[in-house]
């Protein structure tokens, strides 16, 4: 268990115990700008991605209202949930990986920041991949600059890189809300995720449970989510690369 540093006081400490960190520690190399992510110049805004209790309580009660209003018994999601705060201003977002389910009738039943919960922009959609490219527009960080996420590693195409995994919709929601806003002050960014499998479902992966060190319910990213995470959250300037 570790504390952040990036806390700015006033926060409470019980909102500071990192449970996960999705997209690796601040100490990697960024695979956008190789520099590290905690490096004091150039630095990024948003060293590492990471959780808090908070935003923890705050997925299980947007769990637990999905599933006591629907029949979920077949399938398999994840949920996320994410909150931000850049130049004083707080955001608030939660996203669902299946398109099947609409969780928007059940955001304010979040307690934590009730009533401030959005879905991201349509237009933060996630890119596929047609034809061996990425569709649309492509990526983009959650400066909204484009970025482009590698298809293959070591020649071969890396598996469900562009799954529309929950924590893919929020941090491209977040880019949408802070593009063409000059960034000041990055206060924080953090994320929590749970994976709710069915017990009828007899599709899903039951690998994303559990890697959690103080509760076992929120989920760890997903592989192709470890690998794009970095990409989204650099922000360092093209003229520094
Ligand atoms: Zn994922
Ligand atoms: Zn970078």
Known sequence: MANTTSEKPGSSKRNEVVN???????????????????????????????????????????????LAKGKFEEEAFMLGVLEAKVRGREY??????????????????????????????????????????????????????KVDIPLQEGGQAIPHIDQTCAAM????????????????AVEYVRMSEMYYVGPRNTTASRQWHGEGETCSWTAHSCRPCNIRIPYLLCDIASNWM
């Not at 039943?109 to 919960?117: A, E, L, N, V």
């Not at 491209?172 to 000059?182: F, I, K, V």
């Open 20 to 66: 996960l960190r999705h997209g690796g520690k601040k100490d990697l190399t960024c695979p956008r700008c190789h520099y590290r992510r905690d490096k004091e110049k150039p630095r990024h805004s948003v060293p590492e991605l990471v959780d808090s209790e908070k935003l923890r309580g705050a997925v299980g009660e947007l769990r637990d209202a999905i």
């Open 92 to 145: 608030y977002l939660a996203a669902c990986s299946s398109g099947r389910i609409d969780i928007s009738p059940y955001l304010g039943q979040i307690s934590y920041h009730k009533g401030s919960w959005k879905l991201p922009a349509t237009e933060a959609a996630v890119p596929r991949i047609d034809d061996g490219r990425w569709t649309g527009d492509g990526w983009r960080t959650i400066k909204w600059e």
């Open 169 to 184: 919709k929020l941090l491209l929601g977040l880019g949408c809300l802070l593009r063409g806003d000059a960034w000041g």
